[in-house]
């Protein structure tokens, strides 16, 4: 497996002021890449080549979506800073095993895992990694001499970004390049989406004989929410909680399952699609 790391040069915009840039975002502009290029996107369209949604990379460390998880604390300020935790060092999930409770004593925040595993979290998390930009515009209809305000918003991300990605090879690198004049992400001629590749390199995202499997992806990328039945699967949140039933599993896209191939789902327009990226 392999970690992409990116600096963004500018805000991106990623479907209604996403933080991140989705897997079905990646998808697409890889085979817009390589289609440009002359190449085959067949490795792609197999399911051989998998990419992960993008997460912060804070001094060259992932910092992975935290899993479903408890608050308990009763200092109010303290509280509402543990409920607003989205990333966790990769090393906490490798340590630590979900369900996870989060707990407070004075000035002290502390991560309970299954079992009495205990760790203080000190500062391997995030509440944010970046901000929302937001543009006010001006609509104009000439022909009935009327104008409305619109919003458009973006994000700019504080620290770099990864992705991580089954295979690599020279094509792929190759379309990795393109993107980097092209951008990614709506109005990218307008600016947005641009950014240069930082490292790319290997990466051992194993957590041993854990059954858990990392959940990311927008959770729905157009229309309605999908649902699909699968055997019974632990699995930890993405982007959102999931909701676990005996057979009955809402998937946020992108997801990260175990022992499942990569599906294609479709209904109208909507595509779901499902990786099963091993941490």
């Not at 910092?63 to 607003?84: A, G, S």
């Not at 966790?88 to 309970?112: A, F, H, K």
């Not at 001499?145 to 020279?170: C, E, Q, R």
Request: with cysteine; hydrophobic share 35%; charged share 30%.
């Amino acid at each position: 497996m392999k970690l992409i790391t990116l600096k963004f040069l500018s805000p991106f915009k990623i479907g209604e002021k996403e933080n991140y840039v989705d897997s079905i975002t990646l998808y697409r502009a890889f085979i817009k890449a390589l289609t440009l290029l002359g190449y085959s996107f067949e490795e792609i369209r197999k399911g051989d080549v998998k990419f992960s949604s993008t997460f912060p990379v804070v001094s060259n460390r992932p910092y992975l979506k935290i899993p479903f998880r408890r608050v308990e604390c009763n200092e109010r300020t303290m509280d509402k800073e543990l409920r607003k935790i989205e990333y966790i060092d990769v090393d906490i999930l490798r340590s630590v095993e979900p369900p996870y409770l989060l707990q407070c004593q004075g000035e002290r925040r502390y991560l309970v895992g299954n079992g009495v595993e205990r760790l203080e979290l000190e500062n391997k998390y995030l509440t944010s990694h970046g901000g929302i930009i937001v543009e006010y515009k001006n609509r104009i209809d000439r022909l009935v001499n009327s104008a409305d305000i619109y919003t458009s918003p973006s994000f700019m991300p504080k620290h770099d970004l990864g992705f991580f990605v089954t295979m690599w090879d020279n094509e792929l690198d190759k379309a990795l390049r393109l993107l980097e004049k092209l951008g990614i992400g709506k109005d990218r001629n307008l600016g947005y989406g641009k950014f240069i590749v930082k490292e790319i390199k290997d990466y051992d995202l194993n957590l041993g004989n854990r059954r858990y499997r990392y959940l990311t992806g927008r959770a729905y990328p157009e229309g309605e929410f999908m649902t699909d039945r699968f055997d019974r699967v632990q699995m930890m949140g993405g982007d959102i909680s999931p909701v676990l039933l005996p057979l009955l599993v809402l998937l946020p896209t992108g997801s990260l399952v175990k022992n499942v191939k990569r599906l294609y789902l479709e209904k109208g327009e909507n595509v779901v699609v499902v990786d099963p990226m091993v941490l």
